[in-house]
């Protein structure tokens, strides 16, 4: 249980971008990804905003290299992980003992909801291709072999921090001398299971969402996945990482199934976790990549942790998903690849759709997209459903 | 109103699935939140979908919900004045 | 990295009558859990909400609390190939025939693969940390591997890890109709040499802890997977490596499941790497899920502490008196291989 882990590369395909460096345009420029539905058929198409990958499922297995009729989770997986171990220049990945940790939470429901409709019908009907996959972990095995990576592979499912939770299971691996790089992250499409089910709970929101705003009704849900490639010191001399990853941990709110506790108590014990680990007080942060939802519950309870964390001193704040929407299990992998980039290029970005900051907080999350800044350490938040709290810490060196 | 409330808590009974419940023991002015019945936001929800479901009732924003479902007699009230304002 | 089974907690087909000769016989091709009046475990407020995945999970891990005399657990960490699939099916009904409309947030909220875990914490009200395996047949194996870097970070943690997965009505339909389930009995089922096996459904929970302490039932010496092998030959290789490393078994217990293919890959097994080493099985007794490993463990634990191995359990070879060291040796289909090693207290 010791050495560092290193962030050696990163890769993300979401509803700004199709690549890292697409996404970071999208911040630089101010464009939000919210648009009305293109690709997936829902009756609510009109209502709710989303933030959909710019691209159907042909163009996607072309440029993944899959068939077609695979689970967009898949496609969307495929394109962001290699795209993050092409970024690390290490070459080919047979001669390293590696490993794929990807997160999702539904695995392959696109093509399952599509299978029920004729399955309901007459149960001797549906083709099943279409549920062949439908397993998170069959997502994950259809990507691995395609990668060739056979050492380790896992699938975590922990609702909205399912991403971050990859990451920390990748590097514990590492540090314990079982693998030597890991590609660790998440992937989720937008399905209408669960368009339909953040429906039911009434947080939709039926204009682009303003995380941290006082005007906030709720989120838009975007897809996409987002992956780091995790490496070990002796691979990390080879080339120049990105950043390291200093501190983690997961915490549970241990509240409700769904909602935050008013405090946050499951949030700040995730950042406090994390700090520790790192070795860090809580005033060497230098920017928070937050969670930041939209909904009225997640960003007080958040924001109260990180008030009660930080007080009086705010590091710059914002959350991504003013851009790219909740991408579910995809947010903390794909959030783990802006931070750790973040950090590589001085990057603070921005909140969209900012107006009018939250009573119950005091502060505000950053507005403007800025580079080159002198950045040492960056804390990203991922909570989901299940109280699961996580936070990771990045650091510079 | 009394065919209403009593209609409506055979609904909640059935809707939340509040086994062993039955429906004399839902007081017409018993809370249903918390100390009450002891239901829950998830709950308002449901109870959301049934006014949709059984009373053509849609109800917009979830933060009307605790003021609407405190009791079955409220429940019952904004029930007979949505149907006046149709009507 | 190895540690001590502190207490156990199963819900399957089976109970505890297993130990002391009693197999609950089933016949067709689903073997159901023999659900125990939940309620013992659970208010009645919660448990109207609950399908029936989380109330086995939820009453497994309790049962293993219990068994560990243990109330708050350092971590929860646990795996399911299929997650609450009874929710999904639910919701999934209503998403199609209700056309997207009046749809509720009970089973949505319930279909998430992480609710038996935090259903676990909120009822413990515990924040430790929480995990959600959901690998297919590594679900269980991931978990355990979780738990035990976990305790060689924190030797002084206690871990509650284990597996729940469920058959509905639904994913019978679609599963049958890959060909995978045939009519059997569990006396048969292992000798039919056919193609096909029964579905099955469990939860098991484990405590682990890094001392051995009163209530240890035995130590979980090692869990090894193995992802896609090439060959027949490339397994062999590996389990090859695992024995010189950890030792032969005294007893070798298979997942086998009746189909006469994926038994054939135990038989070779065994007369290349366990010559003279008698074999027991579990799928004859729980049924075939990806999670199945977890009532093996269960098994195998009860063997260890009990000191003496169930009839019904043995598959070939003299029945050993008090085994020491128990290897668990499970696949799926031959891309995935579980090792898992037990050892006597």
């Known amino acids: 249980m010791n050495g560092n882990v290193w962030i050696a590369g990163g890769g993300v395909i979401s509803g700004i971008g199709h690549d890292l460096g697409q996404c970071m345009v999208a911040f630089e420029e101010m464009r939000p990804g919210m648009k009305t539905l293109q690709h997936l058929h829902s009756v609510h198409a009109d209502t709710f905003p989303v933030v959909e990958v710019k691209a159907g499922n042909a163009e996607l297995a072309q440029k993944a290299g899959m068939p077609a009729h695979w689970s967009r989770t898949a496609l969307l997986s495929m394109i962001a992980a290699r795209e993050a171990w092409q970024s690390t220049g290490l070459g080919d990945i047979a001669q390293y003992r590696a490993g794929f940790v990807s997160a999702n939470t539904v695995g392959g429901m696109d093509k399952t909801e599509d299978f029920m409709k004729a399955f309901l019908e007459d149960t001797s009907k549906g083709s099943l291709r279409e549920v062949v996959h439908h397993e998170c972990g069959a997502v994950t095995e259809l990507v691995a072999d395609v990668l060739g990576i056979r050492h380790h592979v896992s699938t975590i499912s922990t609702a909205c921090s399912s991403g971050a939770n990859a990451l920390m299971y990748g590097s514990r691996m590492i540090r314990a001398g079982m693998l030597d790089v890991v590609i660790a992250g998440g992937t989720d499409a937008l399905t209408r299971f669960t368009l339909n089910g953040f429906n039911t709970l009434m947080i939709l929101d039926q204009q682009p969402c303003r995380p941290f705003d006082d005007t906030r009704t709720g989120l838009n849900l975007g897809e996409g996945a987002g992956y780091v490639v995790l490496v070990s010191d002796e691979i990390a001399k080879k080339i120049q990482p990105w950043c390291r990853l200093s501190g983690f941990a997961n915490a549970n709110d241990a509240y409700h199934q769904t909602a935050s506790s008013p405090e946050g108590t499951g949030n700040f014990m995730a950042m406090q976790g994390a700090l520790k680990m790192s070795g860090l007080a809580a005033s060497e942060i230098d920017y928070i990549n937050l969670h930041g939802t939209g909904t009225q519950n997640n960003d007080s309870s958040e924001g109260q942790a990180v008030e009660r964390l930080f007080a009086p001193a705010y590091p710059p704040a914002s959350s991504t998903k003013s851009f790219t929407g909740h991408t579910l299990g995809a947010s903390g992998g794909i959030e783990a690849v802006f931070s750790a980039w973040a950090l590589r290029e001085g990057i603070i970005y921005p909140n969209a759709n900012f107006t009018t900051r939250m009573k119950e907080i005091p502060f505000s999350p950053v507005t403007a997209f800025s580079k080159d800044n002198n950045l040492r350490h960056v804390m990203s938040n991922s909570f989901g459903f299940g109280g699961n709290c996580s936070s990771l810490v990045f650091s510079k060196e | ?87 | 990295m190895q540690a001590y089974i502190q207490g156990t907690g199963c819900v399957s087909a089976q109970d505890n009558a297993l130990f002391s000769g009693t197999v609950r016989e089933h016949e067709g091709d689903r073997m159901p859990v023999a659900d125990p009046d939940y309620k013992q475990w659970i208010d009645i407020k919660q448990i109207r909400r609950m399908g029936r995945v989380i109330k086995m999970g939820v009453a497994a891990s309790h049962i293993s609390l219990q068994d560990a005399n243990l109330s708050m657990p350092d971590a929860i960490v646990m795996g399911t190939a299929y997650g609450c699939l009874a929710d999904t099916g639910v919701f999934l009904n209503k998403l199609v025939t209700q056309h997207e409309d009046m749809l509720t947030p009970t089973a949505f909220i319930q279909s998430t693969h992480n609710t038996v875990s935090g259903q676990i914490a909120l009822m413990l009200g515990c924040h430790a940390y929480n995990n959600t395996f959901v690998h297919g047949a590594f679900s269980l194996e991931n978990a355990l591997q979780d738990s035990l870097l976990l305790l060689a970070e924190d030797p002084s943690k206690q871990i509650l890890a284990g597996a729940v997965d469920e058959i509905t009505d639904y994913s019978h339909q679609i599963l049958s109709r890959f060909r995978l389930y045939k009519n059997a009995s569990t006396g048969n089922l292992l000798h039919s040499g056919t193609h096909g096996t029964v579905a099955g459904e469990g939860a098991a929970f484990f405590v682990l802890g890094a001392e051995k302490n009163e209530h240890t039932a035995a130590e979980l010496t090692a869990v090894e997977m193995l992802y896609n092998p090439a060959s027949e030959e490339e397994t062999f290789v590996h389990i090859a490596k695992f024995l010189e490393r950890f030792g032969r078994p005294d007893l070798l217990v298979t997942g086998r499941n009746g189909d006469v293919k994926n038994d054939g890959y135990y038989g070779a097994g065994e007369e290349k790497l366990f010559a003279g080493v008698p074999v027991a099985a579990f799928k004859h007794l729980s049924g075939e899920y990806p999670t199945a490993a977890a009532f093996a463990i269960w098994m195998t634990a009860g063997i260890l502490k009990k000191g003496t191995v169930p009839a019904a359990a043995m598959f070939k070879g003299e029945t050993p008196a008090a085994p020491k060291k128990i290897l668990i040796w499970n696949h799926q289909n031959g891309k995935h291989h579980s090792l898992i090693l037990l050892s006597a207290c």
């Open chain 2, 1 to 87: 109103m009394e065919k209403l409330m009593a209609d409506l808590k055979a609904q909640i009974i059935q809707q939340l699935n509040l086994q062993e419940v039955k429906p004399e023991d839902i007081g017409n002015d018993q809370p249903l939140f918390k100390e009450g019945l002891g239901l829950d936001s998830i709950d308002a929800l449901e109870l959301i979908v049934l006014l949709q479901q059984h009373h053509n009732i849609r109800i917009a924003k979830p933060e009307d919900g605790p003021n609407i479902f405190y009791s079955v007699r409220t429940m019952a009230e904004y029930i007979t004045a949505e149907k006046n304002k149709t009507a």
